[in-house]
């Protein structure tokens, strides 16, 4: 753990149960956000699989066929 991590942990034992729930609520959206908007330019730049590939990867787990993952397109 880096010197920044665990003056961050030691700053946050500090705080009251509330202010920690509450943190962790605020971070937890922020990474939500954070991988929406990834998401987001994924798509803008075409990184994207067909549902019908992977479906087709999905239904074939577990057989003796079973395919690649597929790429994006």
Same mark, same amino acid.
């Given at each position: 753990m880096t010197k !920044?991590?665990?003056q961050a942990m030691s700053a946050i034992a $500090? !705080?009251?149960d509330e202010h920690q729930d509450e943190l962790a609520r605020h971070l937890m959206e922020e990474a939500k956000r954070l991988a929406i908007a990834e998401g987001l330019a994924d798509v803008e730049a075409g990184r994207?699989?067909?549902h019908e590939d992977m479906t087709a990867w !999905?239904?074939?787990w577990? $057989?003796?066929n079973e395919l690649p993952p597929p790429a994006c397109k």
């Open positions: !920044l991590m665990q $500090t !705080l009251s994207v699989i067909s !999905l239904e074939s577990g $057989t003796e």
